[in-house]
């Protein structure tokens, strides 16, 4: 394939966030641009997780596009493969899938200034691109703890989110690393089938119930035939978490207090051993970890064939766990439930900007950004979903439309204008990353006594959105041209204007 053939936009991930930023680009009428994807379906996330039990942990309405709502949801809270299967819909749908390209990992990407383009790798494909749309998210590579002897463990290993579906758990000797999101989802859907299941859990974690269950074919009958009531319940969920659990990111006594109360009575009445429930209780403010929500985890681990080990873990023996506390436990299978690598990943090192450096070599595990959509050094370069428009309280979906405004903006503004290239200046960066950062020293991510993913190398918690969902909209509801440098297009780089984007000269990359 010849490096000459060049789209107006590329967009890294068919995920949430690239399937959003693919029906914005068609909707805007930009119809030249392609999507790398490294597997061989969309989805993403719900693509590639596919543990028993998996679930949303918000509610099926509201975690859902605002254009394409879903009236056959078949809970209020969707089953993971619901929500892979509502992904492709809407790829299909909205005309998407044609423009994506299946099997190609990105493998470099790096801005030519002189040229004005990005040059894209992947195994099979070099192009270049005028812009490039970072849609890989944070929740794209496991990550998997650096503990001693793990490489000398004689059983089956594996991290939840690479699920080992060859492996029969059944009387199985399993222990489980982590009790976060994934964890108090899987261990529920597994205990039941193993001989034993040794929970491994550094700190413990608020849980409050889960407000879940069948829809019934009523509603699911009045949602098709009146859109407008799936749209009133989206905002009532909407309401509930803007009232009244983003003033629990804020630490404001009311909601803490009433979210708190409600966490310990579940746990008070799901588990009545007192030397198990003080495992479970935690001593830090709810919210500064993860929320969670379930109904069957607190059953689970008070089963016979549970154990909850609550130091950790020390290290990995052939054919056991040891302990933070020395005391060891035989095991035949572990799973990791341990989350992802958020500080830095493979994309990070695959991005160049202008001076030369990856996205890593800049960020050295502190995310530095404007907006959580543009970074200084990195010119026609957006990230759409990842770190800086993190939340506690929401979802993650709500942040890529209103991510999404914001980019179809900024390439109407680089067309009218006629500009071949906007890169935020770092005077703007800095400002943002210093308001940013007074808000977020109020939040409980920094003040409520625990340590979490939420912070980075550094101790901050510049990946997150310290703010209400509402105000995020706000913020990235017009590109803003003062706080970037503006190129001109020069003879040499008429790529942006819209008309090039309908000539015969332009064709997407197909790997021939």
């Given at each position: 394939m010849s490096a000459t053939e060049h789209v107006r936009v590329a967009l890294i991930?068919?995920?949430?966030?690239?399937?959003?930023?693919?029906?914005?680009?068609?909707?805007?009428?930009?119809?030249?641009?392609?999507?790398?994807?490294?597997?061989?379906?969309?989805?993403?996330?719900?693509?590639?997780?596919?543990?028993?039990?998996?679930?949303?942990?918000?509610?099926?309405?509201?975690?859902?596009?605002?254009?394409?709502?879903?009236?056959?949801?078949s809970r209020t809270y969707s089953p993971g493969e619901q929500i892979a299967t509502y992904t492709r819909g809407v790829v299909d749908e909205y005309g998407v899938r044609p423009h994506i390209r299946f099997g190609q990992e990105l493998v470099s990407a790096s801005w030519e200034d002189a040229q004005q383009h990005w040059v894209i790798k992947t195994p099979d494909l070099t192009f270049t691109a005028d812009v490039l749309v970072d849609c890989a998210g944070s929740l794209a590579e496991p990550q998997v703890p650096s503990l001693p002897g793990l490489e000398t463990f004689a059983g089956t290993v594996f991290h939840s989110a690479r699920w080992d579906h060859g492996h029969d758990l059944r009387g199985k000797r399993v222990a489980v690393v982590g009790t976060g999101a994934s964890a108090i989802q899987f261990v529920p859907a597994i205990q039941p089938v193993v001989d034993q299941l040794t929970v491994f859990q550094r700190t413990p974690v608020w849980v409050v119930p889960r407000n879940d269950r069948p829809t019934t074919a009523i509603e699911r009958r009045l949602f098709t035939m009146f859109p407008s009531l799936q749209r009133l319940q989206r905002s009532s969920q909407f309401a509930v978490r803007e009232l009244l659990h983003y003033p629990m990111i804020r630490r404001r006594k009311a909601a803490r207090l009433v979210l708190e109360a409600t966490a310990r009575f579940h746990l008070r009445r799901q588990i009545t051993d007192p030397a198990l429930r003080a495992k479970l209780e935690p001593d830090f403010e709810i919210g500064c970890k993860r929320l969670l929500i379930s109904n069957d985890w607190y059953p689970a681990l008070a089963q016979d064939n549970v154990h909850v080990v609550a130091n950790g873990v020390r290290e990995i023996r052939?054919?056991?766990?040891?302990?933070?506390?020395?005391?060891?436990?035989?095991?035949?299978?572990?799973?990791?439930?341990?989350?992802?690598?958020?500080?830095?990943?493979?994309?990070?090192?695959?991005?160049?900007?202008?001076?030369?450096?990856?996205?890593?070599?800049?960020?050295?595990?502190?995310?530095?950004?404007?907006?959580?959509?543009?970074?200084?050094?990195?010119?026609?370069?957006?990230?759409?979903?990842?770190?800086g428009c993190g939340i506690g309280h929401g979802s993650m979906i709500f942040q890529i439309e209103s991510q999404t405004a914001y980019l179809i903006d900024a390439l109407d503004t680089m067309a009218r204008r006629g500009l071949s290239s906007v890169e935020v200046t770092a005077e703007a960066q800095g400002a943002y990353l210093t308001k940013l950062s007074s808000d977020l020293e109020g939040t409980v991510w920094l003040k409520g006594g625990c340590s979490s993913w939420y912070q980075d190398a550094s101790g901050d918690a510049t990946g997150m959105w310290p703010r209400s969902l509402t105000s995020y909209r706000r913020l990235t509801r017009r590109f803003e041209p003062a706080d970037h440098h503006l190129q001109p297009r020069g003879a040499a780089s008429l790529r942006l204007s819209s008309s090039a984007t309908s000539t015969a000269s332009r064709r997407s990359p197909t790997g021939s």
């Amino acid at each position: 394939m010849s490096a000459t053939e060049h789209v107006r936009v590329a967009l890294i991930g068919a995920g949430f966030a690239g399937i959003a930023a693919s029906v914005a680009l068609k909707r805007a009428g930009i119809d030249d641009f392609v999507v790398l994807e490294r597997a061989d379906e969309v989805g993403g996330v719900w693509r590639d997780n596919s543990y028993p039990g998996i679930a949303c942990d918000v509610p099926s309405s509201f975690y859902s596009l605002s254009f394409a709502p879903n009236p056959d949801w078949s809970r209020t809270y969707s089953p993971g493969e619901q929500i892979a299967t509502y992904t492709r819909g809407v790829v299909d749908e909205y005309g998407v899938r044609p423009h994506i390209r299946f099997g190609q990992e990105l493998v470099s990407a790096s801005w030519e200034d002189a040229q004005q383009h990005w040059v894209i790798k992947t195994p099979d494909l070099t192009f270049t691109a005028d812009v490039l749309v970072d849609c890989a998210g944070s929740l794209a590579e496991p990550q998997v703890p650096s503990l001693p002897g793990l490489e000398t463990f004689a059983g089956t290993v594996f991290h939840s989110a690479r699920w080992d579906h060859g492996h029969d758990l059944r009387g199985k000797r399993v222990a489980v690393v982590g009790t976060g999101a994934s964890a108090i989802q899987f261990v529920p859907a597994i205990q039941p089938v193993v001989d034993q299941l040794t929970v491994f859990q550094r700190t413990p974690v608020w849980v409050v119930p889960r407000n879940d269950r069948p829809t019934t074919a009523i509603e699911r009958r009045l949602f098709t035939m009146f859109p407008s009531l799936q749209r009133l319940q989206r905002s009532s969920q909407f309401a509930v978490r803007e009232l009244l659990h983003y003033p629990m990111i804020r630490r404001r006594k009311a909601a803490r207090l009433v979210l708190e109360a409600t966490a310990r009575f579940h746990l008070r009445r799901q588990i009545t051993d007192p030397a198990l429930r003080a495992k479970l209780e935690p001593d830090f403010e709810i919210g500064c970890k993860r929320l969670l929500i379930s109904n069957d985890w607190y059953p689970a681990l008070a089963q016979d064939n549970v154990h909850v080990v609550a130091n950790g873990v020390r290290e990995i023996r052939e054919s056991s766990v040891v302990a933070a506390d020395g005391s060891e436990h035989e095991v035949d299978t572990i799973i990791f439930g341990t989350g992802f690598s958020l500080g830095t990943t493979d994309v990070f090192k695959r991005i160049h900007g202008r001076d030369g450096r990856s996205l890593d070599q800049v960020w050295q595990g502190s995310p530095r950004h404007y907006r959580a959509v543009s970074i200084a050094g990195f010119p026609n370069y957006f990230r759409l979903g990842g770190q800086g428009c993190g939340i506690g309280h929401g979802s993650m979906i709500f942040q890529i439309e209103s991510q999404t405004a914001y980019l179809i903006d900024a390439l109407d503004t680089m067309a009218r204008r006629g500009l071949s290239s906007v890169e935020v200046t770092a005077e703007a960066q800095g400002a943002y990353l210093t308001k940013l950062s007074s808000d977020l020293e109020g939040t409980v991510w920094l003040k409520g006594g625990c340590s979490s993913w939420y912070q980075d190398a550094s101790g901050d918690a510049t990946g997150m959105w310290p703010r209400s969902l509402t105000s995020y909209r706000r913020l990235t509801r017009r590109f803003e041209p003062a706080d970037h440098h503006l190129q001109p297009r020069g003879a040499a780089s008429l790529r942006l204007s819209s008309s090039a984007t309908s000539t015969a000269s332009r064709r997407s990359p197909t790997g021939s």
